[in-house]
């Protein structure tokens, strides 16, 4: 069965960075649609970067282009979040989604749009 794991979270100071990864087993990541999303409790759930099941579309929230980078790495089967000059705001548990069946440009914004979570980790940025 598909299962997606994510580490990295942490405590950082504001312009601090962290790199988020999400294991994926059962599956390949190579014909996949991932994506990271955010949620503070109470909160809902935030679309943060998404990469194309090519490995070459990528897609950011305004909030954190240009901060963030999502990328893959197939060898791994592993998504990544590097995390740049990071703001207190960004705080929240981070979450990786994924779907093994080709989606449109404009389904990967959507939560409801993804197949697979995992668990999420949390990141905290202090002032």
């Known amino acids: 069965q598909v299962q997606l794991v994510e580490s990295g979270g942490g405590l950082v100071q504001a312009g601090g960075s962290l790199r988020l990864s999400c294991v994926v087993a059962?599956?390949?990541?190579?014909?996949?649609?991932m994506a990271w999303f955010r949620q503070a409790p109470g909160k809902e759930r935030e679309f943060v970067a998404a990469i194309g099941w090519n490995g070459y579309n990528t897609y950011y929230a305004d909030s954190v282009k240009g901060r963030f980078t999502i990328s893959r790495d197939s060898t791994k089967n592993t998504v990544y979040l590097q995390m740049n000059i990071l703001k207190p705001e960004d705080t929240a548990l981070y979450y990786c989604?994924?779907?093994?069946?080709?989606?449109?440009?404009?389904?990967?914004?959507?939560?409801?749009?993804?197949?697979?979570w995992g668990q999420g980790t949390q990141v905290t940025v202090s002032s």
């Open positions: 059962g599956r390949t990541v190579s014909t996949s649609s």
């Open positions: 989604a994924a779907i093994f069946t080709p989606i449109t440009p404009a389904k990967v914004l959507v939560p409801s749009a993804y197949s697979y």
